[in-house]
């Protein structure tokens, strides 16, 4: 692949970790993740990580995972544009999605433990947190797929174009779900 198509694909490819995120805010809502409890005398998670936004973000990125999967497919693509083959993908897809929730909430704990409370920012770490959460989680289930799409060669361009579009398409986003009364906070 040339550096501009191995970065196109480090951003598509990223789509079931992005997604979620956004996802969560439009199925957030009823119960949070920590019951409400505290932890010396902060909240664990606070209000703003609830189940609903957890698995419905998640499955949102899964769903968006498999039409990727059926996209690089029907391009006879699956190595450079997909998840390598059956069922390792779905394992990619899956670590990709839930890796990028579970990055979110270990987020929040992170964000209550310094004592800033729900929707307050936290630079870096609001932009960054369900990155961290995806690859850390890829890496574990899925680390040649990793490897050769975002570090060895050309690749590595994918990981760089994807690191500066993060914070770029998080605040677009957060804009619009502002604009559409379904955040507090444009950020
Ligand atoms: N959301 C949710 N469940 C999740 C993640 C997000 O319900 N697991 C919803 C909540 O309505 C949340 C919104 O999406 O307020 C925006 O998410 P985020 O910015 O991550 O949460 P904040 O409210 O900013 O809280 P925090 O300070 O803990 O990040
Ligand atoms: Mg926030």
Redesign the pocket.
């Known amino acids: 692949m040339t550096p501009l198509e191995a970065a196109l694909a480090g951003v598509w490819l990223m789509i079931p970790a992005l997604v979620p ?1 956004s996802a ?2 439009l ?4 119960k949070p ?1 920590d019951f409400g409890r505290s932890w010396r005398g902060k909240r664990v ?10 698995f ?2 998640a499955a949102s990125g899964v769903v968006l995972g498999l039409v990727l999967m059926g996209v690089a497919e029907l391009l006879d693509a699956q190595d450079d544009w997909g998840y390598g083959s059956w069922p390792s993908s779905l394992c990619v897809v899956l670590s990709l999605a839930f890796g990028s ?1 579970l990055g ?2 270990a ?2 704990l992170i ?2 433990r310094l004592d ?5 920012k ?1 630079p870096v770490l ?1 932009q960054y ?1 369900f990155v961290l959460g995806a690859v850390v989680m890829v890496l574990v289930f899925q680390p040649g797929w990793f490897l050769d799409h975002y570090i060895e060669g050309n690749s590595i361009y994918g990981l760089i174009l994807f690191l500066v579009v993060v914070p770029l398409l998080h605040r677009g986003v ?1 804009i619009i ?1 502002y604009k559409l009364g ?4 444009p950020w």
């Open positions: 995120n969560a805010v199925f957030g809502g009823g993740m998670l606070g209000d703003g990580k609830t189940w609903r936004g957890f419905g973000g929730m979110d909430s987020g929040s964000k209550r800033i409370s729900r929707g307050k936290a609001d947190n957060n779900g379904k955040k507090d906070v």
